[in-house]
C-alpha cells in the first residue's frame, strides 16, 4: 500500500525567499508522481507531473525533483511571492494503475 | 475549455436524506475520480472509472455511497441514507490513461460542500 507523507506541515517564510517541501514516499514502483496546488475552498490545480524517467522537472519558479531509489521527491520554490500562499500536496500512484494517493499537504504562507 | 463541472456547489441536508452529487468531466479524458476531502483524513480516493468502467470503489465507505457513470460526460454519487460524518468537500476529477499505462494529470474540479444536519 502506498503511503505518502510531507514536511513540514506548514511553513511561514518571507516574500522572496527560495523553499523547498518535501514528499516522501513507500512504493517506489511509480510510473510519475504529481504536485498540485490547493487555494482556501477551492479544489486542486496541478502544478507539474514527472515521468520516472525524469529526475527534473521545472515551471516558472517552480523546480520539482523525483529520486524514485530514495522515496522522495522535492518541490522547490525560487523567490516566494504572497501569491504562492497555499496548500501543496504531492500524489503518487497506488497498485499500478491510475488511482493516486496524496500526501496531507504542506500549507505554505509567504508574508510581506 | 470549462474544465471539471460539479454540481451543485454547496449542499445542506438532514441526517436521513437522499443526497445527489453531479460531475461533468473534461471532454475526451477517459477516466474519473471522486474524492473527499475532510480535515481529520484529508484526501481520499472514493471511486474511479476507466472508460465509465468502476475499476476500484475500495474506498468508498460503505454501502450507502454508491457511484455511476452512465456515459463519458456525466456521473454521479449518491448518498443514501445521509449521515452527519458525512460533511465534507467532495471533489471530481479528470484524466486521460496515458497508452503507456500511467494516468497523465489529474484535473479537479471546484468540489461540492456538503453539510449534512
Known amino acids: 500500500k502506498q503511503e505518502v507523507t510531507q514536511i513540514p506541515a506548514a511553513l511561514s517564510v518571507p516574500e522572496g525567499e527560495n523553499l523547498v517541501l518535501n514528499c516522501s514516499f513507500t512504493?517506489?514502483?511509480?510510473?510519475?508522481l504529481q504536485w498540485f496546488r490547493q487555494d482556501p475552498g477551492k479544489g486542486l490545480t496541478s502544478l507539474l507531473l514527472?515521468?520516472?524517467?525524469?529526475r527534473e522537472q521545472t515551471s516558472g519558479r517552480l523546480n520539482a525533483s523525483l529520486d524514485k531509489s530514495s522515496g522522495r521527491s522535492t518541490l522547490y520554490i525560487a523567490a516566494s511571492q504572497p501569491g504562492d500562499s497555499a496548500t501543496y500536496l504531492c500524489?503518487?500512484?497506488?497498485?499500478?494503475?491510475?488511482?493516486?494517493?496524496f500526501g496531507t499537504g504542506t500549507q505554505l504562507k509567504v508574508e510581506l | 475549455d470549462a474544465g471539471v463541472i460539479q454540481s451543485p456547489r454547496h449542499e445542506v441536508t438532514e441526517m436521513g436524506q437522499e443526497v445527489t452529487l453531479r460531475c461533468k468531466p473534461i471532454?475526451?479524458?477517459?477516466?474519473l475520480f471522486w474524492y473527499r476531502q475532510t480535515m481529520m483524513r484529508g484526501l481520499e480516493l472514493l471511486i474511479y472509472?476507466?472508460?465509465?468502467?468502476?475499476?476500484?470503489d475500495s474506498g468508498m465507505p460503505e454501502d450507502r455511497f454508491s457511484a455511476k457513470m452512465p456515459n463519458a460526460s456525466f456521473s454521479t454519487l449518491k448518498i443514501q441514507p445521509s449521515e452527519p460524518r458525512d460533511s465534507a468537500v467532495y471533489f471530481c476529477?479528470?484524466?486521460?490513461?496515458?497508452?503507456?499505462?500511467?494516468?497523465?494529470?489529474?484535473?479537479f474540479g471546484p468540489g461540492t460542500r456538503l453539510t449534512v444536519l
Open positions: 476529477a479528470s484524466s486521460s490513461y496515458g497508452t503507456s499505462g500511467g494516468t497523465d494529470t489529474q484535473y
Open positions: 512504493d517506489s514502483a511509480i510510473y510519475n
Open positions: 514527472i515521468q520516472s524517467s525524469q
Open positions: 500524489a503518487a500512484p497506488t497498485g499500478g494503475g491510475n488511482k493516486l494517493t
Open positions: 471532454s475526451g479524458h477517459n477516466s
Open positions: 472509472f476507466n472508460n465509465n468502467v468502476p475499476i476500484d
